[in-house]
Structure formats: structure tokens, C-alpha cells
């Protein structure tokens, strides 16, 4: 009976296999190649998924308001430079605020998500969509008639809103020069690496203290654990905090490797990717562990850098490419789901 | 005082207009074993959410009166402090969590823990010592005498196996002073029921107080040193150990004033309208396990049970609410349950128990709601304007609904009054009067009576003698009222378990009753 279901876990890993394989041989391009894009997007996304298993852990699902976490960071990004603080003394700083802040807005949704329970999803999804127009108020509007823009780079020509494109290089630079190697021509920074083996290890070690056990007590059933004497809304609460403090963290990391920040667009869509790779390593939104994560992100992405260039190269259309990216990253949540969904009508059985 | 755990004095709880608990008063000694035995709805449960500080009671609005908790006078809000206090829980349906081992559950929020980093052991953020939990867990099954491999997930162990994890978990907590166990030997047989009294009899020597709550009679005389009898909230007897006796707790605890009132029994011939096969209903919360009956054309049975025991099942397994298996009959054909809207051209129709969510629109008019079925289910109340469309006739409804409403008494300030306005008696009436209307051949009626006040209460079970007699309307009554079973059932089921326990003529002697209750046989008693 355990083994079956085993079995049936690995239906959606399975098939992003088969189905990299085959964009594989249908890109031409070569082994080398596709593990530094690989690894550099691994880099850059693997944070920002080790966010969404709390969450899944505790019976929330998968908490889309990660997305607020990123903006929190971007938030800080601008900040600080727009108070000309560069270099290492500023990526620390913006380390610094974006985790404190995201632990208390995390907090703030946390008790905002215990007042919908069962709605988890959705009521994150459109926290979500709010915090983003707040933001873009915020930047559009809010920089250069009530904030003071103390750093003239930052803002459009007219003096009124934050441009587009921010460039990061400064902080970049300070994390390309620490240990860094080379996989193909791609840059690797020990420092980031160390601070994902870090994120990994700290969400696995959780999950096997108390505090995790309570978690898992937690998502296994609300009322189960609450009558055993744990605190439910606490331990949500604590959830949702780690959740959105681990997304800034994210968004950090994914930041500091790219070196520019597109403002307005940057975090769009990042939770929903980040959910995609969470599921297609063989999560459900049930259960997830760090197993699925770090499998997840090496699979969506080898198929994320394969797809397009197979369906240029399949179709004869380069514009193809772009939404067949889009079409797998909708298409496995929408196939994970569904594969999750009957799982767990057979596992009721 | 001091020599008291527990105290409870005047304890009254109040679910909306409805009294569970009316001047409760307990006194439980350190070391005793004190019985609670009671009816369903007498208020043992709403008792021991109380003590526990469930989230329930304060989400109901609270309750009035003292809980003297070790000479202190304490009011737990939630279960986490009650649990602080020294108050353990074993619950009817097992708070375990089905996807952890054995071991896991035991030591949930008692972790064993590791200080990696040096930190105080027992901290949140330690890591947990699997193997010293297993060990722990072990002991304690040991030391109840059961037998199981620790690291089997909870979802794959047996029912009663469940229960003795849940009672491991409890026992190995160090300081318990007082254990409630809510009805905990339902579910195990003869042998694993003596391990558990085995295990109270050894926690009561060690000084822990246990509050037991059964329904099983023998166990409660085997064990207990102290016996409340609980019936509508209120504290109808108090026995200590010498006074037990198995007869006078049964009815003590099933009341015993028979109504004066009776139906008429009228002399049909037998034939059976609906006949139950091997019925079996997967219903949450209740269990309905293999039933054989035969319904006859133009009675009044009564299906009564302890709370859980199967009574509801029977009519919901019918409408096809639940999953079901074995047969059901409709005459000599066969019927298919899942097909509700078919079961219902047949003639046979539901007044559910939860009015408020199953049976009412309870944002529409009392006029729409005595029409509802009627008007769409049978197409009554249409004529055909210009020959052609069917539309409502209004004139006709006005008629009929006032008509009704006078005729059931029904008090609404007008036929246009929302449904939810009502009191629970009054919208119980407006179901009634929409399962005249379509004139079912067989109708399930799920406790009538429950949350109504007295007045209400005759109507409606007048009226529901009434729909039999003149519309010869076959009717099953599910209830937990055995009185007023016994003044309109031409014959009662009693379920104990889910399983039939016997069909008692109206008339059968209330030991009898007690007993087919309790399942128990005859001759323990007698």
C-alpha cells in the first residue's frame, strides 16, 4: 500500500523528466550549457521555494503572499540606494530591514489567514494582488512627491517615480568577489551558495524539532491538534512569518545574482513559479519537504531553459518559445494539481 | 476542600435559547474514579468541554458557575491551559494524528529532545530524539499491556488500538490530575475494555482523579466509586459504590414518565412498503451496520438510539446523503439511493435534523418555503396562462399557506416573514406543512422534536399522527425522545452500535428499553 503510493508521488517528477528529454534533444544545444543555466537559476530561485513548505506543512496550502515578502526586499533594494548607501555595508543593510520587515508583515497575514481558514489560497492570492498596487502606488506616485529622493539616478527624468530598470551592480559586485567558480561561464558565489545550503538544512532541521512536529500536528488536522493542547493560531502565525521572512531572504539572493531590478515587474508571477517548481519536484499541497524543492527547482528549470529553444526549433517560430514557457509553468500546476486532487480522494478511500 | 480535585458548582450552559446544563454541582476526590452516565443530549459532553476548556463552550457564549479546579477557582479558555493545569482528554473520536507514527503521537508537544546547540533540552527549536521517544512510547504501551510496533503510521492501526494510543498519550504525561474519558470503551471489545478499567483502577491508586463517561452500565457499577446520573442537563441522581445498580441507573437515566397520551393502534394488514437488506450507511459521526427491517405500509416506527448509534443513518442513507451498501427495496423493487430525485417521484421525502442548514431557505418567506417542494418538485400551484405557460398561481398558494399556517399554528407575523425570524419549534412547523403538500407516500423525519418548546412540540406530533391517519402517509420517526416515540410509533427500533438491537412494541417496559439502549442483554440484568 506504501509503496504504491510512492509510487503514484512520482507521476508529475516523472513526466517533467520524460518531457525534458525530449525538449533536450529537440533544443541541440549542449550538456554544459544547459547545467550553468540550470545552476544559475537554481541559485537564484531555490530560496524563494524552501518559503512556500512551511506553509504546506502546516495545512495552508500554498501561501501565494510570498510574492509580498519579494516586494518587501525590492522595497529595501531602493531604499537604501536611495539613500547612497552601496556597496557591502548596503546589501547587509537591505538584508537587514527586508527580513525584519517581512517578519512583520508575515505576522500581519498570518493573522489575517487565521481569520479564513480554509480559504487560505485564494485570501493569499489577492493579499497578494493588493500589496502590488500599494507598491506601485508607492514607487509611481510616492517618490519624488512624499519621499524625498536623495538619489537622483533612481527616478524618472521628470523627477515624479521610480524608473524602471534600478541597477544593483554595487551590491553584485561585492558577492562576485567572495569565492567565486565557475560551472561553464556562468559565476557562482560560495557566499550565496552557503547561504542556500544554510536556508536548506534550517528548514529540514526545523521540521524535525518540536516546533516542526507541532506543524505537522497542525496540518495534519486543525482540530486534532488544537484539542491535544497546541496553539494553532500561534503556530500559523509562525508559519506565515518564516514563510514571507524566507521569500525576502529569496528574493535577496535572486536579486544580488542578477544585478538589476526591473521595479514594476520583477516580482510578478515569482509565486507562482516558485509554486510550479515546488510541485513538479513531487509535492503536493498537502506535503512537501526540501526533497521536493531542490528537485523541483533543477526540473522546472532544465525544462524552463529547454522549452523555448525547442519550440523555436520544433515550431520554426522563435516568438513560440516564450508562451510555450508560460504554457508549461501554468500547465504543472494545473496537472499537479489535478494529480494531487485524486491521490487524496484514493488516500480518503 | 482540600480533599477535592474537581468541584463543580452550579454550572449552567446555555447553546442559544436551549439549557444543556442546569445547576450541575460535582465533587471529584483525588484518586476517585467518578462516573458520569447520562442519555444523549443530557449534557455529559458539553460537561467535559467545560472542564477542558474547549474552544466550543466559549465560542457558544460562555458559561454561568463555578469550576473549583484544586481548590482554585479557575476558568480555562483554552485547551492548551487546561492541559498546563494537569487535565488530560480522551476522546470518543480519536484526536490522533493519522499521519504519524505511534510513537509521534504519544510524545506530541512532549517531545524528547537533543540540545545540539546546547540550549535547554525541551525547547521548541531542539531536535527531536526519535529514539527516545520510541523508547518512551514503548514503556508506556508496556505498562498498559498492548501490544504494537511503534513505528506504524496512526492511519494503519486497528480501532481499538487507536484507543490505547490515545490512552498511552495521556498516561505518559507526568503530572495528570485528573482524566476525562469520554465514553472511551465504545469501540473495544470485552478484553481490551478490562485492560483500560485495569489501567484507571492503577492511575486512581497513584492519585490521578478520572472522570468516566459510558454508557455501558456494567463498567460504570465495575469501577466507578461515585455515580452521577445526568438526564436534560440536570443532576437527576447520585450514587456512591454500595448504592449502584444496574437497573436504577437505567432508569434514572432514560427518565421515566410515560405520557398519557397515546395513538390508537390500528390493526393493518402487513405489507411492507420499504425493505431494508443488509443496509449499510457510511454516514460521519454515525454508523448504520447491516440492517435488516421491514417497514409497513401505513405505520408510525420509531428509530431511537444513543447519540451516533444509527438512528439518524437510516433516512439520510435513503436520500442517498451518505454512501451505502446492500439493498434497499420499494415494494419488490430494487432502489437506487443515489438517485435522490428519483426516490422522491416515488414518494418518499426527508425532514432533516439540521433544519437550519439541510431543511429550510432560511432567507425566504415562510410562504416559499411551504411551497418549495410542492411547486417544483410535483408542479402544484401552475396554471396555464393564455393556455400555454405555466405560471405560479398565486391566488391558489395564498390560499393554501394561510390555510396552513392557521391549521399548525404556525406564529409569523405574515406568510412573507423570513424563515430564519422563526423560532426553532415554528420552523420546524413550516417543514412539516411542506411534506403535506406533496403528500409523500413514506416521509423521514429526523428528530422532530429537537429545540422545540413544549407547546410546539404536541403540534408537531399531532400533526405527524394526523399526516398518518388521514393521508395514510407511512412515516419513520428518528428521535432520541423515547416518550414521545412511545405515544405515535405503532412499533420503536432501538440501534445500539449501528446494528438493530430490537423492535419493542410502544409499550415495552423501560428496563427494556434501557437495555436494548445499552445493547446490553437481558440476563445481566435480570
Same mark, same amino acid.
Given at each position: 500500500?506504501?509503496?504504491?503510493?510512492?509510487?503514484?508521488?512520482?507521476?508529475?517528477?516523472?513526466?517533467?523528466?520524460?518531457?525534458?528529454?525530449?525538449?533536450?534533444?529537440?533544443?541541440?544545444?549542449?550538456?554544459?550549457?544547459?547545467?550553468?543555466?540550470?545552476? =544559475?537559476?537554481?541559485?537564484?530561485?531555490?530560496?524563494?521555494?524552501?518559503?512556500?513548505?512551511?506553509?504546506?506543512?502546516?495545512?495552508?496550502?500554498?501561501?501565494?503572499?510570498?510574492?509580498?515578502?519579494?516586494?518587501? !526586499?525590492?522595497?529595501?533594494?531602493?531604499?537604501?540606494?536611495?539613500?547612497?548607501?552601496?556597496?557591502?555595508?548596503?546589501?547587509?543593510?537591505?538584508?537587514?530591514?527586508?527580513?525584519?520587515?517581512?517578519?512583520?508583515?508575515?505576522?500581519?497575514?498570518?493573522?489575517?489567514?487565521?481569520?479564513?481558514?480554509?480559504?487560505?489560497?485564494?485570501?493569499?492570492?489577492?493579499?497578494?494582488?493588493?500589496?502590488?498596487?500599494?507598491?506601485?502606488?508607492?514607487?509611481?506616485?510616492?517618490?519624488?512627491?512624499?519621499?524625498?529622493?536623495?538619489?537622483?539616478?533612481?527616478?524618472?527624468?521628470?523627477?515624479?517615480?521610480?524608473?524602471?530598470?534600478?541597477?544593483?551592480?554595487?551590491?553584485?559586485?561585492?558577492?562576485?568577489?567572495?569565492?567565486?567558480?565557475?560551472?561553464?561561464?556562468?559565476?557562482?558565489?560560495?557566499?550565496? =551558495?552557503?547561504?542556500?545550503?544554510?536556508?536548506?538544512?534550517?528548514?529540514?532541521?526545523?521540521?524535525?524539532?518540536?516546533?516542526?512536529?507541532?506543524?505537522?500536528?497542525?496540518?495534519?488536522?486543525?482540530?486534532?491538534?488544537?484539542?491535544?493542547?497546541?496553539?494553532?493560531?500561534?503556530?500559523?502565525?509562525?508559519?506565515?512569518?518564516?514563510?514571507?521572512?524566507?521569500?525576502?531572504?529569496?528574493?535577496?539572493?535572486?536579486?544580488?545574482?542578477?544585478?538589476?531590478?526591473?521595479?514594476?515587474?520583477?516580482? =510578478?508571477? !515569482?509565486?507562482?513559479?516558485?509554486?510550479?517548481?515546488?510541485?513538479?519536484?513531487?509535492?503536493?499541497?498537502?506535503?512537501?519537504?526540501?526533497?521536493?524543492?531542490?528537485?523541483?527547482?533543477?526540473?522546472?528549470?532544465?525544462?524552463?531553459?529547454?522549452?523555448?529553444?525547442?519550440?523555436?526549433?520544433?515550431?520554426?517560430?522563435?516568438?513560440?518559445?516564450?508562451?510555450?514557457?508560460?504554457?508549461?509553468?501554468?500547465?504543472?500546476?494545473?496537472?499537479?494539481?489535478?494529480?494531487?486532487?485524486?491521490?487524496?480522494?484514493?488516500?480518503?478511500? | 476542600?482540600?480533599?477535592?480535585?474537581?468541584?463543580?458548582?452550579?454550572?449552567?450552559?446555555?447553546?442559544?435559547?436551549?439549557?444543556?446544563?442546569?445547576?450541575?454541582?460535582?465533587?471529584?476526590?483525588?484518586?476517585?474514579?467518578?462516573?458520569?452516565?447520562?442519555?444523549?443530549?443530557?449534557?455529559?459532553?458539553?460537561?467535559?468541554?467545560?472542564?477542558?476548556?474547549?474552544?466550543?463552550?466559549?465560542?457558544?457564549?460562555?458559561?454561568?458557575?463555578?469550576?473549583?479546579?484544586?481548590?482554585?477557582?479557575?476558568?480555562?479558555?483554552?485547551?492548551?491551559?487546561?492541559?498546563?493545569?494537569?487535565?488530560?482528554? &480522551?476522546?470518543?473520536?480519536?484526536?490522533?494524528?493519522?499521519?504519524?507514527?505511534?510513537?509521534?503521537?504519544?510524545?506530541?508537544?512532549?517531545?524528547?529532545?537533543?540540545?545540539?546547540?546546547?540550549?535547554?533540552?525541551?525547547?521548541?527549536?531542539?531536535?527531536?530524539?526519535?529514539?527516545?521517544?520510541?523508547?518512551?512510547?514503548?514503556?508506556?504501551?508496556?505498562?498498559?499491556?498492548?501490544? &504494537?510496533?511503534?513505528?506504524?503510521?496512526?492511519?494503519?492501526?486497528?480501532?481499538?488500538?487507536?484507543?490505547?494510543?490515545?490512552?498511552?498519550?495521556?498516561?505518559?504525561?507526568?503530572?495528570?490530575?485528573?482524566?476525562?474519558?469520554?465514553?472511551?470503551?465504545?469501540?473495544?471489545?470485552?478484553?481490551?475494555?478490562?485492560?483500560?478499567?485495569?489501567?484507571?483502577?492503577?492511575?486512581?491508586?497513584?492519585?490521578?482523579?478520572?472522570?468516566?463517561?459510558?454508557?455501558?452500565?456494567?463498567?460504570?457499577?465495575?469501577?466507578?466509586?461515585?455515580?452521577?446520573?445526568?438526564?436534560?442537563?440536570?443532576?437527576?441522581?447520585?450514587?456512591?459504590?454500595?448504592?449502584?445498580?444496574?437497573?436504577?441507573?437505567?432508569?434514572?437515566?432514560?427518565?421515566?414518565?410515560? *405520557?398519557?397520551?397515546?395513538?390508537?393502534?390500528?390493526?393493518?394488514?402487513?405489507?411492507?412498503?420499504?425493505?431494508?437488506?443488509?443496509?449499510?450507511?457510511?454516514?460521519?459521526?454515525?454508523?448504520?451496520?447491516?440492517?435488516?427491517?421491514?417497514?409497513?405500509?401505513?405505520?408510525?416506527?420509531?428509530?431511537?438510539?444513543?447519540?451516533?448509534?444509527?438512528?439518524? *443513518?437510516?433516512?439520510?442513507?435513503?436520500?442517498?446523503?451518505?454512501?451505502?451498501?446492500?439493498?434497499?427495496?420499494?415494494?419488490?423493487?430494487?432502489?437506487?439511493?443515489?438517485?435522490?430525485?428519483?426516490?422522491?417521484?416515488?414518494?418518499?421525502?426527508?425532514?432533516?435534523?439540521?433544519?437550519?442548514?439541510?431543511?429550510?431557505?432560511?432567507?425566504?418567506?415562510?410562504?416559499?418555503?411551504?411551497?418549495?417542494?410542492?411547486?417544483?418538485?410535483?408542479?402544484?400551484?401552475?396554471?396555464?396562462?393564455?393556455? &400555454?405557460?405555466?405560471?405560479?398561481?398565486?391566488?391558489?398558494?395564498?390560499?393554501?399557506?394561510?390555510?396552513?399556517?392557521?391549521?399548525?399554528?404556525?406564529?409569523?407575523?405574515?406568510?412573507?416573514?423570513?424563515?430564519?425570524?422563526?423560532?426553532?419549534?415554528?420552523?420546524?412547523?413550516?417543514?412539516?406543512?411542506?411534506?403535506?403538500?406533496?403528500?409523500?407516500?413514506?416521509?423521514?423525519?429526523?428528530?422532530?422534536?429537537?429545540?422545540?418548546?413544549?407547546? *410546539?412540540?404536541?403540534?408537531?406530533?399531532?400533526?405527524?399522527?394526523?399526516?398518518?391517519?388521514?393521508?395514510?402517509?407511512?412515516?419513520?420517526? *428518528?428521535?432520541?425522545?423515547?416518550?414521545?416515540?412511545?405515544?405515535?410509533?405503532?412499533?420503536?427500533?432501538?440501534?445500539?452500535?449501528?446494528?438493530?438491537?430490537?423492535?419493542?412494541?410502544?409499550?415495552?417496559?423501560?428496563?427494556?428499553?434501557?437495555?436494548?439502549?445499552?445493547?446490553?442483554?437481558?440476563?445481566?440484568?435480570?
Amino acid at each position: 500500500m506504501m509503496k504504491k503510493v510512492r509510487k503514484d508521488e512520482l507521476i508529475v517528477p516523472v513526466t517533467f523528466i520524460v518531457f525534458s528529454i525530449l525538449c533536450f534533444f529537440l533544443s541541440g544545444i549542449s550538456f554544459l550549457f544547459l547545467a550553468e543555466q540550470v545552476a =544559475l537559476r537554481f541559485i537564484r530561485n531555490i530560496i524563494l521555494v524552501l518559503a512556500l513548505i512551511f506553509p504546506i506543512m502546516a495545512g495552508m496550502g500554498l501561501n501565494f503572499a510570498v510574492v509580498i515578502g519579494t516586494m518587501i !526586499t525590492q522595497a529595501c533594494f531602493i531604499i537604501v540606494l536611495n539613500f547612497n548607501i552601496m556597496g557591502g555595508r548596503g546589501a547587509a543593510l537591505v538584508l537587514l530591514i527586508s527580513l525584519a520587515a517581512a517578519a512583520g508583515v508575515g505576522y500581519v497575514i498570518g493573522r489575517l489567514l487565521n481569520k479564513v481558514r480554509g480559504r487560505e489560497m485564494v485570501t493569499s492570492i489577492v493579499v497578494g494582488f493588493l500589496a502590488n498596487y500599494i507598491y506601485q502606488l508607492i514607487f509611481v506616485a510616492g517618490f519624488g512627491t512624499v519621499i524625498h529622493v536623495f538619489n537622483k539616478k533612481l527616478v524618472l527624468s521628470t523627477g515624479i517615480g521610480v524608473k524602471n530598470m534600478v541597477d544593483l551592480k554595487t551590491f553584485k559586485e561585492v558577492f562576485d568577489n567572495l569565492g567565486v567558480f565557475r560551472i561553464g561561464k556562468a559565476k557562482i558565489s560560495m557566499l550565496l =551558495l552557503v547561504m542556500i545550503i544554510v536556508c536548506g538544512f534550517f528548514v529540514f532541521y526545523l521540521m524535525h524539532t518540536p516546533l516542526g512536529q507541532r506543524i505537522k500536528a497542525v496540518g495534519m488536522s486543525e482540530e486534532k491538534a488544537a484539542n491535544i493542547g497546541i496553539d494553532t493560531d500561534r503556530v500559523r502565525i509562525i508559519v506565515i512569518v518564516l514563510s514571507t521572512v524566507f521569500a525576502a531572504l529569496g528574493q535577496f539572493v535572486y536579486l544580488q545574482n542578477i544585478g538589476s531590478l526591473n521595479v514594476y515587474t520583477e516580482h =510578478l508571477d !515569482t509565486e507562482k513559479f516558485a509554486c510550479a517548481a515546488l510541485l513538479a519536484g513531487g509535492a503536493s499541497i498537502r506535503k512537501a519537504g526540501v526533497k521536493n524543492a531542490f528537485i523541483g527547482v533543477v526540473l522546472l528549470h532544465t525544462l524552463f531553459v529547454l522549452s523555448p529553444l525547442a519550440g523555436r526549433n520544433a515550431f520554426a517560430n522563435a516568438s513560440l518559445g516564450e508562451y510555450f514557457r508560460s504554457f508549461v509553468a501554468y500547465g504543472i500546476i494545473a496537472f499537479a494539481l489535478v494529480v494531487n486532487l485524486r491521490l487524496e480522494q484514493k488516500g480518503e478511500k | 476542600m482540600g480533599e477535592y480535585v474537581l468541584e463543580v458548582r452550579n454550572l449552567e450552559k446555555y447553546y442559544g435559547q436551549n439549557k444543556v446544563l442546569d445547576k450541575v454541582n460535582l465533587s471529584i476526590k483525588k484518586g476517585q474514579i467518578y462516573g458520569l452516565i447520562g442519555a444523549n443530549g443530557s449534557g455529559k459532553s458539553t460537561l467535559m468541554n467545560i472542564l477542558f476548556g474547549n474552544s466550543v463552550i466559549s465560542g457558544t457564549g460562555g458559561y454561568s458557575g463555578d469550576v473549583i479546579f484544586e481548590g482554585e477557582r479557575t476558568r480555562f479558555r483554552s485547551t492548551t491551559e487546561a492541559i498546563g493545569r494537569g487535565i488530560g482528554m &480522551i476522546y470518543q473520536e480519536f484526536m490522533l494524528i493519522p499521519e504519524m507514527t505511534v510513537a509521534e503521537n504519544i510524545k506530541l508537544t512532549r517531545e524528547n529532545t537533543k540540545s545540539i546547540f546546547g540550549k535547554a533540552s525541551g525547547s521548541m527549536l531542539s531536535f527531536v530524539d526519535k529514539r527516545k521517544d520510541n523508547e518512551d512510547a514503548a514503556r508506556v504501551l508496556e505498562q498498559l499491556g498492548f501490544q &504494537i510496533d511503534n513505528s506504524y503510521l496512526v492511519k494503519n492501526i486497528s480501532v481499538n488500538a487507536k484507543q490505547f494510543v490515545e490512552i498511552a498519550r495521556e498516561v505518559n504525561k507526568e503530572d495528570l490530575k485528573l482524566l476525562l474519558l469520554d465514553e472511551p470503551t465504545a469501540v473495544l471489545g470485552d478484553e481490551d475494555a478490562g485492560k483500560l478499567i485495569k489501567v484507571l483502577k492503577e492511575l486512581a491508586k497513584k492519585g490521578t482523579s478520572v472522570l468516566f463517561c459510558s454508557h455501558r452500565l456494567h463498567e460504570i457499577c465495575q469501577v466507578c466509586d461515585h455515580v452521577t446520573v445526568l438526564r436534560d442537563g440536570q443532576v437527576i441522581s447520585d450514587y456512591t459504590k454500595d448504592e449502584l445498580d444496574m437497573h436504577t441507573l437505567a432508569r434514572d437515566m432514560i427518565g421515566y414518565d410515560v *405520557a398519557a397520551v397515546k395513538k390508537e393502534h390500528l390493526n393493518r394488514e402487513k405489507k411492507e412498503i420499504l425493505k431494508f437488506q443488509d443496509f449499510s450507511v457510511y454516514m460521519p459521526g454515525e454508523y448504520l451496520d447491516g440492517l435488516n427491517l421491514d417497514v409497513y405500509q401505513g405505520e408510525i416506527l420509531g428509530l431511537t438510539s444513543l447519540s451516533g448509534h444509527g438512528k439518524l *443513518a437510516v433516512g439520510y442513507g435513503v436520500m442517498g446523503q451518505f454512501p451505502v451498501r446492500g439493498e434497499l427495496l420499494h415494494g419488490s423493487a430494487a432502489m437506487e439511493v443515489k438517485n435522490v430525485r428519483r426516490t422522491i417521484e416515488q414518494g418518499i421525502f426527508l425532514l432533516p435534523d439540521d433544519r437550519k442548514n439541510m431543511g429550510l431557505l432560511l432567507e425566504h418567506s415562510v410562504r416559499d418555503n411551504i411551497i418549495f417542494s410542492g411547486f417544483y418538485g410535483r408542479n402544484l400551484f401552475q396554471k396555464k396562462m393564455g393556455g &400555454i405557460f405555466p405560471v405560479k398561481d398565486k391566488k391558489e398558494i395564498e390560499r393554501y399557506v394561510e390555510e396552513q399556517i392557521e391549521k399548525l399554528e404556525i406564529k409569523c407575523e405574515s406568510a412573507d416573514q423570513k424563515v430564519k425570524e422563526l423560532s426553532g419549534g415554528n420552523q420546524q412547523k413550516v417543514c412539516i406543512a411542506r411534506a403535506v403538500l406533496v403528500a409523500p407516500k413514506v416521509l423521514f423525519v429526523m428528530e422532530p422534536t429537537r429545540g422545540v418548546d413544549i407547546g *410546539a412540540k404536541e403540534k408537531i406530533l399531532d400533526m405527524l399522527v394526523q399526516i398518518n391517519r388521514e393521508q395514510g402517509t407511512t412515516i419513520v420517526v *428518528a428521535s432520541s425522545e423515547l416518550e414521545e416515540l412511545k405515544r405515535i410509533s405503532d412499533r420503536i427500533a432501538v440501534f445500539c452500535e449501528g446494528k438493530l438491537s430490537q423492535i419493542l412494541p410502544p409499550d415495552a417496559s423501560d428496563e427494556e428499553f434501557a437495555f436494548a439502549f445499552t445493547g446490553e442483554e437481558e440476563e445481566d440484568g435480570q
